[in-house]
């Protein structure tokens, strides 16, 4: 999931003027909104897409290893990394409140992509099946908004 990496931080720079040289250098250091925002997302995607990538052959995901190293079930693997998504999303939020030396329009972008994350990979692979639900989703914000 290379979004996820460093493309999506360049992603945040080009956000103009809300980016000053404080928050460039906040950014890039990887703080702990940022890390839990990686790593939720980083489970998120391996939950939802373990089984097709280890058809492609992939190398093994969380799931996988969860269920080595503590001797459980897929479905108990996914409880508790569902545990560690779940303190990924109270981390992020205990940052939103604790940060108050970066713009928030920059930590609403954090926020916001890790909502993204949370719904591509709700109940499906929609990053790599975007002909699913998230088709959908795509549609009804683009195309056939609710008016307001
Ligand atoms: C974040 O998402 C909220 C809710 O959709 C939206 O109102 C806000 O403009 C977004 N902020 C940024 C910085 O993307």
Request: aromatic content about 8%; proline content about 4%; hydrophobic content about 30%.
């Given at each position: 999931m290379a979004f996820l990496g460093l493309n999506w931080r360049l992603l945040l720079l080009v956000s103009g003027d809300i980016v000053t040289r404080d928050s460039f250098e906040w950014l890039f250091n990887i703080p702990e909104i940022?890390?839990?925002?990686?790593?939720?997302?980083?489970?998120?995607?391996?939950?939802?897409?373990?089984?097709?990538?280890?058809k492609r052959?992939?190398?093994?995901?969380?799931?996988?290893?969860?269920?080595?190293?503590?001797?459980?079930?897929?479905?108990?693997a996914k409880v508790a990394l569902t545990k560690q998504v779940d303190n990924a999303w109270k981390d992020i939020n205990?940052?939103?409140?604790?940060?108050?030396?970066?713009?928030?329009?920059?930590?609403?972008?954090?926020?916001?992509?890790?909502?993204?994350?949370?719904?591509?990979?709700?109940?499906?692979?929609?990053?790599?099946?975007?002909?699913?639900?998230?088709?959908g989703f795509v549609a009804s914000v683009l195309i056939r908004p609710v008016p307001i």
């Open positions: 940022v890390k839990a925002s990686e790593s939720g997302g980083r489970l998120k995607d391996d939950m939802a897409s373990h089984k097709f990538e280890q052959g992939h190398v093994t995901s969380d799931v996988e290893c969860y269920m080595k190293e503590y001797g459980v079930t897929e479905e108990e205990k940052e939103l409140l604790r940060i108050n030396t970066i713009p928030r329009p920059l930590l609403f972008r954090v926020l916001n992509l890790t909502r993204v994350i949370e719904v591509l990979y709700k109940n499906e692979d929609g990053y790599t099946h975007p002909s699913g639900v998230v088709k």
